[in-house]
Nanobody, 125 residues
Framework: QLQLVESGGGLVQPGGSLRLSCAAS????????IGWFRQAPGKEREGVSC????????YYADSVKGRFTISRDNAKNTVYLQLNSLKPEDTAVYYC??????????????????WGQGTQVTVSS
């Protein structure tokens, strides 16, 4: 069974930073597009960022552009999401997902095949 595991969430003050990790233990992430999503209480899950397996192209939602950075380390079979200049409205459970396609922007969640269990990010003073 293909599994993704997120880590790195936590409580941080506004303006702070976190680095989320998405690791796979049973398959190689190299061949998959990886997306990060988030879901705040009472809201729908929304796409935050994604990265292509083909050429490393990256895409961001307008709400996080310039603050979040997605990257992948194929040697560690891990994809990262660096969160900087965090705001209270960034508070959510963050999920990573893998899909066998080439993204040309933020891809809807239904396109992804595999999901992690999520990691909580709370931005509060």
């Amino acid at each position: 069974q293909l599994q993704l595991v997120e880590s790195g969430g936590g409580l941080v003050q506004p303006g702070g930073s976190l680095r989320l990790s998405c690791a796979a233990s049973t398959f190689t992430l190299d061949y998959y597009a990886i997306g990060w999503f988030r879901q705040a209480p009472g809201k729908e899950r929304e796409g935050v960022s994604c990265i292509s397996s083909r050429d490393g192209s990256t895409y961001y939602a307008d709400s996080v552009k310039g603050r979040f950075t997605i990257s992948r380390d194929n040697a560690k079979n891990t994809v990262y999401l660096q969160l900087n200049s965090l705001k209270p409205e960034d508070t959510a459970v963050y999920y990573c997902a893998a899909g066998d396609f080439t993204p040309v922007g933020i891809v809807p969640l239904y396109e992804y095949d595999y999901w992690g269990q999520g990691t909580q990010v709370t931005v509060s003073s």
